[in-house]
C-alpha cells in the first residue's frame, strides 16, 4: 500500500460512461495486472486500490519530463518522490481527462514480485468519479456509470454484502473488520496486498488480541517501500471482514505501530480475489459478491527463514531464521547464502521473491543449497506451519514438529 492523495480531490473535468466498458485484466503473482496508455506510452501496472493516486512507474520508463515531487506513505514509513504530468490517458475504452493527475517516477523492479512484465503501479484517483467493478470471476475491470446506485441492492449476507465506507483515511478505502473480543480494526481494501490481510502489533493489543509485551515465537522479515520490516504470521479466529464472517483466517503482522493514526492495516488480495467487488467511491459504498463460496484461506507452510540480496556481498543472503523451524533445525544460520531453491539459482532474489519460493502448502518439501564459507550444504526441508495465535489458546502454531526428521541432507 503507498498513496497519499485524497480521494476526496475531484478534478474538474470526469470521465463520462454512458454504458458499462469492460477491459481485461491478467492475474499474476497475487496482483491485477492492467495494460493502459499514459502520454502516448504503452504501459502495464498492477492495480492498487491502496494507492490513492494515478501512477507510479519505474524511473526507466520515460513518460515526460520530471514536474514536481510527492510525498508516498506506506505500511511504516514515507518517502519523497518525483513526478510527471499527465498530458493523456486511457484504460481500455476508458479515456480518463489528465486534470491535475501526475504519473511518480521511482527506481523499482515490479516484474520480480508478479512473475510477469510490469512497469509500475495503478492507483485510484483515475477513477474516482466512475462505478468501478474489479470481476474476478470474468477477470475485468469494469466501469459503470456514475447512474449505477449499488446501495439499492438488496445484499443476502450469505453470498453477497454490502459494506460501508467509513470516514476516515483521506487516501484509502476504510472500513471495519470486527474481531473475536467485539472490537473492530479499521482496515482498507487494498489490490495492493498481496497477502490475506495485514495489521500491525499494536493494533492487535488495542483490541485485545495480542499483549503488546508478548514477543511471538516465530518471526520472518517483510519488505515494504520504505524498506525491510520484522512480521510474523497470526491465526485469526472469529472475524467479520466487511461483514464477511470468517471461521480462521491467517494474518500477516508487521511488528511495528502502523504509519497511520486512523488506520489498523489492510484486507488484500487473498481475501479480495474470492469476490467481484463493486467500487462506489461517490456514495461511499463497497458490493461484494463472493461468487467462490469461500472467503477463508489456508496455512501456509514455511521452513522459517528470510532471505534476500546482500549488494554488499552480491549474493542471497540469510537474513533470519526462527527458533525450532525446519531451517534451525537443518542448521542454517543467520549470514549463510542461499544458491539456489529447487533447482533455481539465486543471484539477486528479493526478500519477495525468496518468500515465495520459500513458502508453500504445509507438509510438502522444498531442496536447498547453502553456502557458508564456501561450504556448499544441500538439504531438503518440509514446510511447516509457523502460526502464532492469541495467548491462551491450546497451541503456538500448527502443524509444528520438533523432529529432526523434518530436515533431510540430499548429498554433496
Known sequence: MIGSLSLAI????????????????????????????VNGRKVTCMFDTGFGGTLVLNSSVNVGPISGTMTLRDFVGELEASTVKVKSMSVGGLTVPPGDKTVVSRPGDYSFAYNTHVDGILGLEPFLDVVTEINFEKKQLIFHPKTTDITKRVPDNKRTFLAKLLPTGGNSLEMAVEVSTGKRLIMALDTGNGFYATTHKDSLDRVGLWPIDRVPKFMSSSFVASGEVNSWTYRMDQAKIYGVPVDVSYWDVIDLPSSSADADGTVGFGFLENFNVILDLNRRRVWLDNFKGTAANDEIGDVGMSAGFDPNRKRTRVARVAPESPAALAGIEEGDDVLSVDGQELIEATFDRMRTLLRGKVGSKVKLVISRSGELKRLELERKSLVNVSPGKERLSTGRSRRPSSVRSVGR
Open 10 to 37: 475531484l478534478t474538474l473535468h470526469r470521465p463520462q460512461v454512458a454504458a458499462p466498458i469492460a477491459h481485461p485484466f491478467r492475474v499474476s503473482g497475487d496482483g491485477i495486472i492492467v495494460d493502459l496508455t
